[in-house]
């Protein structure tokens, strides 16, 4: 499925309020997907299979359970390229922003490159990002989401940042910036990556991160 300069706003479903795909290919090339409600992924749901957002705006869907703009699992694959995940929210549960969601037996794969994801909220864990699978983010701004834990980032998975900013994030309880827990962060500060200026501390358990 291909969608090019279109607008999926303010739509309703169970999973998926915006865009639900399943063991496919989606690709969605600038316009937006927005204002969209779901139990589970108020935006985009992609489950299994390949998904590519260029240059889309992705904003204030909310889920009430997971994944308030857009939840990828079971092995699923999805690129996010100049788009901008803003102010989109999880109610009662994980990652307002985006939910990369892996298990033990399956790698689901983000890839998060020249793109802005802020103000995003989460009732749990994980405002902005919640990574339990690979996730790698290039060039990206990562500002002012807020979650009970893991404000900006919460990482149970593989996480590596490349000139990537996480700042200004709030956590109610600890790990404002990111907070990792059984997984690996990678930050490669000599990109530029920083973790600055986020509350009530930068990090929990990630090297090379003060705070």
Do not use: W
């Amino acid at each position: 499925m291909e969608v090019v300069k279109s607008h999926i706003d303010n739509n309703t479903a169970d999973q998926g309020g915006g865009i639900y795909q399943s063991g496919s290919t989606v690709t969605v090339k600038g316009g937006s997907i927005s204002g969209n409600q779901a139990s589970d992924a108020g935006g985009l749901y992609l489950l299994g299979g390949i998904g590519r957002l260029t240059g889309t705006k992705v904003a204030k869907n909310t889920a009430s359970g997971n994944g308030g703009g857009a939840r990828v699992a079971e092995a699923g694959q999805l690129t996010l390229q100049k788009v901008g995940l803003l102010d989109n929210s999880a109610l009662t549960g994980v990652a307002g922003g985006l939910f990369v969601e892996g298990t033990e037996v399956d790698d689901t794969i983000a890839v998060v490159e020249d793109s802005l994801i802020e103000n995003n909220t989460a009732s749990d864990i994980g405002g902005g990002i919640d990574n339990s699978g690979v996730a790698v983010l290039r060039n990206t701004k990562v500002i002012g989401n807020q979650a009970n834990e893991g404000g900006g980032i919460f990482n149970s998975g593989t996480l590596t940042l490349f000139a990537t900013k996480v700042v200004k994030n709030i956590a109610v309880t600890d790990g404002g910036g990111i907070f990792n827990t059984l997984g690996t962060v990678e930050l490669n500060t000599a990109t530029g990556t920083v973790v600055i200026k986020n509350r009530p501390n930068n990090c929990v358990d990630v090297p090379g991160c003060a705070g």
